[in-house]
């Protein structure tokens, strides 16, 4: 860094409005950390993209990008004010008030940003960014423009880069000296705002962490409620929850082995909660606590009714159920699908008891951050099994999963029904309320459709000759499956074999033995049918705006030495 020609006028100029931006940035991370509910301006502004983005837009990131969107949003929206940022300190050399005029211009739209999603008095960090863009910046711009005087004759410089009006000519002859005092000095200031930056955010990131720690231990004590419940009767019959609650209304019993075949590249019946897709239009996870939260139920009812999690949670009517989720961005041939055991109090029971009023037809569930999704009162009520849902796999929902509460019904995707951090169940009409996805064009009745999928081989694999096992798994919830075929290029349609169903609100495996497989390159199409004999549609559909629909084919190498 000794070299002076380094350091010219417009490089120092521009690194000041960067390190000004960064720690503006850290500022108002350290500042959203300390109060509850003051909300980040990085946050807040990338919130409000997800918001205002094209319906199109926002699909297209969640279906090419899938769990990467949020990081890649927060991180182009740092790129993005970085950028400013430079161009901000490059013009603050010479037009300081505009540029000045440009850093509160940010912090405003921070303000509005917060304003937007939450309410303008969570923008004080929004403030506290703008008071600290600007300070930095006129401080070390300043510094840079002593630091920057350049000893050498203008001429030298490639850039062309002019000292600014501070440094006349006659700084020039003992500019050597002076100039290598300012720059240690810039140097220094700059490389502390750094270090200060640095501490601010990461101070700021573990005191919002704390929120998130709270939430989590409330979680631990309730799982190991349950942990301790079922190590007291380890001989009980019957499941984790009914052991660990001890009222579970109906309990289900272990799964069955004959759920899962068992094989290598075969999505597993109960999905891993590593391996459990996700989809939702959070930016940064709700961290909900227990203790304060609620399950309001209002709107077209008799009487409006409120529950705390722990009055959810020893309801006497607790069910379980399994039941395979899916969404509707996923592709033919996608993994937008899992499976879980969930443990919850049943919808019918929740709107019986509000007593649902004549003329209402929706049931809209509405989470912590505002998101809802609406389904048919009739779907919640023809007897399937639509659940608030407090446990997956036995455990509290995780915190991605919707902790404390998620709302989960078969049949219907994930988008119109299964409201995660969910706080609000409202009774209303489809015509008097759009929820999130259907304001941004997606269909307002989403029953899943039958599909299928190859797991195994996968899509190019190469295989040797001889027998192959070809293995996947198929769903319609609510219906189930009857049968699944397979064929091999434009060969006949061969049965495979169904792994014992758990539920028709399930996906169900099936396995192929390809016994004569020959070497070469072979198409594998695979379509199954529904419960009541239905085929699956060859009729290829993209996600937009109900579902995708169309068989699923790949094709395989057979080769020896494979
Ligand atoms: N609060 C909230 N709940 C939500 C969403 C969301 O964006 N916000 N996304 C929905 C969608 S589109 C799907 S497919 C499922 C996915 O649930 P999962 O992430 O647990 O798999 O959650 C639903 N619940
Ligand atoms: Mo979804």
Known sequence: MGDMRLLTPRRSAVLSGLLATVAALAAGELAAGIVPGWTSPVEAVGLSVIDLV?????????????????????????????????????????????????????????????????SITDGVPSVVTAVVGVALLGLLVRKAAAASTDPAPATDDPTGDQPSASTGTENRSNGMRAGAADRRVFLGLAGSVALASAAAAIGGRTLAGRQGQAVEAARASIASEIAGATSASPDAVGSATERALGQVDSPLPPLPDGVDFGIDGLAPFVTPEDEFYRVDAALVVPRVDPDGWSLRIHGMVDQELEFGYEELLRRPDLMEADITLTCVSNEVGGDLVSSARWTGVPLANLLEEAGVQAGADQVVGRSVDDWTGGFPVDVATDGRNAIVALL???????????????????????????????????????????????????????????????????????????????????????????????????????????????????????????????????????????????VQTEERQPPFPNGASGWMTLLVTVAEGA
């Open 392 to 534: 997956m796999n036995g455990q509290p929902l995780p915190a991605e999963r919707g902790f404390p509460a998620r709302l989960v019904v078969p049949g219907i995707y994930g988008y119109v029904s299964a409201t995660k951090w969910l706080t609000e169940i409202e009774l209303t009409t489809f015509a008097d309320f759009d929820m999130y996805w259907v304001q941004r064009g997606w269909d307002e009745r989403a029953p899943i459709k039958t599909q299928s999928r190859i797991d195994v081989p996968a899509p190019l694999e190469r295989v040797a000759p001889g027998e192959v096992v070809v293995a996947g798994v198929a769903w319609d919830q609510t219906v189930g499956i009857q049968k699944v075929e397979i064929r091999v290029d434009d060969g006949e349609w061969n049965e495979a074999e169904l792994a014992l169903e758990a539920n028709a609100d399930t996906w169900r495996q099936w396995r192929w033995a390809w016994s004569d497989a020959t070497p070469g390159s072979h198409r594998l199409t695979v379509r199954a049918t529904n419960a009541n004999g239905e």
């Open 54 to 118: 094209p319906g199109p837009v926002e699909r297209w990131a969640i279906e090419n990008l899938g769990s990467n969107d949020k990081p890649a949003l927060i991180g182009g929206t740092l790129a993005l004010v970085l950028i400013l940022g430079g161009v901000l300190g490059a013009l603050a050399r010479t037009r300081f008030r505009i540029a000045a005029a440009g850093v509160v211009a940010l912090g405003l739209v921070g303000i509005a940003a917060t304003a937007f999603q939450t």
